[in-house]
């Protein structure tokens, strides 16, 4: 059968905790320090070589500092090492030419909570405006629709996959399998778009964390003997969860996962075409994507003229297309979709709980001088797919923010168009200045509150609201 191009996942797997629905994690040690080292990735987006060049670049990394560095963890597509070193090893390490960064695996308060407050949420909802008979449509791994942060949120859900036969680098044929529940390559109804099995195939589950980033519903959760008060950007939100995963069976493709989620284009087409649909029934004002593929350095339209067609198609409906950028680190490119001119391309910005300065470029996410937005992707806080709550970051986490942001803002102004919404998001955004090939550059993160005030009182409508 015919080979197609396929996609896969920007969320960095870093699950900083996950027990049973509450959090726990490891106090900072005195010396030595467990410590997470970043190491310069390929440029190569093959994901054997990628995979290959993370191995051997680790490896270098650990030889060069054996009997200083005793190793905690690995990673198969993240360019990163857990260890734990002193403060001479430490010293050492960040004088390596293969490291880029060393941080601290320090206990993190929750930062959906901290995330929110970021991008200026609160002022938002204390206006009435939380989303509320707006609807985001997910194309991702699929949503666990009973998470306790997810009750009554999704309704409704499809799924679009693929049964083929794949070929690694090597020449070697591999299975992809629907991830369809009915096994079949679209399913519709309540159970199509389920979160797919993460103990079984790599990186499932991610769905579900990026559905509670946008609607996660208000919940106190017990953070290390904390409770602590969690929500979604747009916790009343509604959500359409479409599985567009496929299930890859290659160690190489999969960096020496058995299986791992992977996603065709032509799939996501379908399910865009399927929100197209939806869009009588439902007042839709985002789909989100995490996911991609690529390096580009310019906007993408011609790459893939359906993908565009319907793009643009949704966006004369009002919906916004959002997509995440990708995490590879490129400060001169930015994956597909994102590329899309009518894509709003979103970037990752730091937390103060990631060990720095709050409203800085996360230092793995892809980037131009003509991204969208940045918005908070470090240690967000969100639902997992085993009903327990925790940590990612990435691009993947940073979209979700986005997504939600144009929930709030079409309750609040219902007759906006997406682009006036895209504007008045873009340019209200709070600046962050950073160095791009050596420019420097002034990008824009979503702050929730100056877009909604940039937009005009007379179309801003007023919800009632109980006192």
């Not at 992809?176 to 009915?182: E, K, S």
């Not at 299986?259 to 439902?282: H, K, M, N, P, W």
């Not at 789909?287 to 966006?315: F, I, N």
């Not at 144009?406 to 906006?416: D, E, I, R, S, T």
């Amino acid at each position: 059968m015919a080979r197609r191009r396929f996609g896969y996942m920007l969320g960095w797997w870093l699950v900083l905790l996950l027990a049973g629905g509450s959090a726990v994690m490891a106090a900072p040690g005195a010396a030595p320090q467990r410590l997470i080292v970043g190491l310069r990735p390929g440029t190569d987006d093959a994901s054997a070589a990628r995979a290959a060049h993370i191995r051997a670049t680790g490896d270098a990394v650990l030889a060069r500092h054996a009997g200083q560095v005793q190793l905690i963890r690995r990673y198969h597509s993240i360019p990163a090492l857990v260890v734990r070193t002193d403060a001479a090893g430490r010293a050492a390490l960040a004088a390596d030419p293969a490291v880029t960064h060393i941080a601290e695996d320090r206990l993190l308060a929750p930062a959906l909570n901290e995330s929110t407050t970021i991008v200026g949420a609160a002022p938002v909802w204390a206006r009435g405006y939380t989303g509320a008979g707006q609807a985001v449509a997910i194309l991702d791994t699929g949503i666990t629709r009973d998470h306790p942060f997810l009750t009554g949120a999704v309704i409704d859900e499809a799924c679009f996959s693929t049964n083929d036969t794949g070929t690694d680098a090597f020449g070697n044929p591999y299975p992809i399998v629907t991830l369809c529940p009915n096994g079949l390559e679209e399913q519709y109804g309540s159970g199509a778009g389920a979160d797919c099995d993460a103990s079984r195939v790599a990186s499932c589950g991610h769905g579900t964390h990026v559905a509670g980033i946008v609607a996660g519903r208000t919940r106190i959760v017990d953070l290390a003997g904390r409770p602590t008060t969690v929500r979604g950007v747009a916790p009343a939100a509604s959500l359409i969860g479409i599985q567009v995963f496929s299930e890859v069976r290659s160690t190489v493709v999969c960096g020496g996962a058995a299986a791992c989620a992977r996603t065709f284009i032509s799939d996501q087409i379908a399910a865009l075409e399927y929100v197209e649909q939806l869009t009588g029934f439902y007042d839709i004002a985002a789909v989100t994507m995490s996911l991609g593929g690529g390096r580009e350095a310019s906007t993408c339209d011609a790459a893939y003229p359906a993908y565009t067609d319907v793009v643009r198609r949704l966006a004369v409906l009002g919906v916004s297309t959002v997509a995440a950028t990708g995490n590879d680190g490129f400060r001169d490119g930015i994956w597909f979709p994102a590329c899309l001119s009518s894509v709003v391309s979103v970037g990752s910005s730091t937390t103060s709980s990631s060990g720095g300065a709050a409203d800085r470029l996360s230092g793995f996410s892809n980037t131009t001088a003509w991204l969208d937005l940045l918005a908070p992707g470090e240690y967000v806080l969100s639902s997992f797919a085993n009903g327990s709550y925790g940590y990612l970051a990435g691009t993947s986490m940073a979209a979700p923010h986005v997504a939600g942001a144009f929930a709030l803002l079409g309750q609040a102004v219902p007759a906006a168009s997406a682009a006036t919404l895209r504007a008045a998001l873009h340019d209200s955004g709070a600046p962050v200045t950073a160095n791009l090939g050596g420019a420097s550059v002034v990008l824009r993160r979503l702050n929730l509150r100056a877009a909604l005030d940039a937009l005009a009182p007379s179309q801003i409508h007023i919800p009632f609201l109980r006192r």
